[in-house]
C-alpha cells in the first residue's frame, strides 16, 4: 500500500503487531496526540478497502482490528517488505583502515608530518 506520507507509513509499521497509546505514538512520531488521532482516521480511511481499522482500546491504546482476513491479506502481499538501515560500519559493510595496510600508512605518515 502506498501512504500518502511518510508518518502515515511509518504509524502503519508501529500498529501492525501492537498496541500503542496515543502519548507513546505522539512521542514516537514527534507529533502531538491530535496529529494521532487525525492520522489514525486518515489510515482508517485507507484500510477500510481491506477489512481492516485501528481501534482504540481505552486503557491500552490503538490496535489493529481485522474484520476480513481475506481482504487484509492482499494489503499484506501488496506491501513492500521493510527495509533495515543498518546502524554500523560493520552492518553496511564499510571497510576498515587494517583491510588496506597502504591506506594506514599514508594515513600514519600525514599524522607524523613525514
Known sequence: MR???QRLAQLFDM???E??????????????????RADITALNAL????????VLSRGNGYQLRIDDPTRYQTLR????????IPRT???TGALSGGSF?????????GRSGG
Open 3 to 5: 501512504f500518502p506520507n
Open 47 to 54: 484500510l477500510t478497502q481491506y477489512g481492516a481499522q485501528f
Open 19 to 36: 498496541t500503542l497509546p496515543q502519548d507513546e505514538l505522539a512521542q514516537r512520531l514527534s507529533v502531538s496526540t491530535r496529529t494521532v
Open 101 to 109: 595496510p597502504d591506506v594506514r600508512f599514508l594515513a600514519q605518515t
Open 15 to 17: 500498529l501492525q503487531n
Open 77 to 84: 502481499e501488496q506491501q513492500p517488505s521493510t527495509l533495515r
Open 89 to 91: 560500519s560493520q552492518e
